[in-house]
């Protein structure tokens, strides 16, 4: 069994939105993953954005500027 550690997890309205955060990401060679939301969070669509938890101001900074939407992000232990 893996250990937790602390991520941010960014969830999507639409499965669109989540794809299109995974392409801009690869794009700009952004590290995180697509993963399921995770149960103690909701979401439209039911996949999110997981990475560092140190790159939240600026990651959400990056996908307004990518034009890219988002419904929340918090920092969770995945």
């Known amino acids: 069994m893996r250990q937790k550690q602390e ?3 960014t969830t ?6 989540a794809l299109a955060c995974e392409k ?3 794009e700009k060679q ?7 939301v995770p149960r103690q969070l909701s979401s439209g669509c039911g996949l999110a954005w997981a990475c560092e938890p ?7 900074e990056f ?3 990518n034009k890219v939407e988002y419904d929340a992000m918090q920092v969770i232990l995945f």
């Open 54 to 60: 140190s790159n939240e101001a600026t990651f959400s």
């Open 63 to 65: 996908l307004k500027n």
């Open 24 to 26: 801009v990401c690869k």
């Open 12 to 17: 999507f309205h639409t499965t669109a939105d």
């Open 7 to 9: 991520k941010l997890i």
């Open 30 to 36: 952004i590290e995180g993953r697509i993963i399921p």
